[in-house]
């Protein structure tokens, strides 16, 4: 059974940091990109960032540059996003994605995370 499970949300204020992290079970964690993607009501879910099965590329959203980081481990089948100079514009629900294609899409998705930006 595949499993995603996001932990690390909460209320922060303007200017603080949080450690998103994703824990993984169910397939073969490694073979997958990953990523983390974020949504607003009314708004339809948008890329944050993506990580390489290897670990070796990263890609991020414009509006997230330099504050946000992803990184990965492989041996503990987890994922994290550490969030930096958070704004209240960050406030969304977290998700986290594995996504692997080869002769099919394997697209795998976790529950989310609310992730709140506030004085």
């Known amino acids: 059974q595949v499993q995603l499970v996001e932990s690390g949300g909460g209320l922060v204020q303007p200017g603080g940091s949080l450690r998103l992290s994703c824990a993984a079970s169910g397939f073969t964690f490694r073979y997958y990109r990953m990523g983390w993607y974020r949504q607003t009501p009314g708004k339809e879910r948008e890329l944050v960032a993506t990580?390489?099965?290897?670990?070796?590329?990263?890609n991020y959203a414009d509006s997230v540059k330099g504050r946000f980081t992803i990184s990965r481990d492989n041996a503990k089948n987890t994922v994290y996003l550490q969030m930096n100079s958070l704004k209240p514009e960050d406030t969304a629900v977290y998700y986290c994605?594995?996504?692997?294609?080869?002769?099919?899409?394997?697209?795998?998705w976790g529950q989310g995370t609310q992730v709140t930006v506030s004085s």
């Open positions: 994605n594995a996504y692997w294609r080869t002769s099919r899409e394997y697209d795998y």
């Open positions: 990580i390489s099965s290897g670990g070796g590329s990263t």
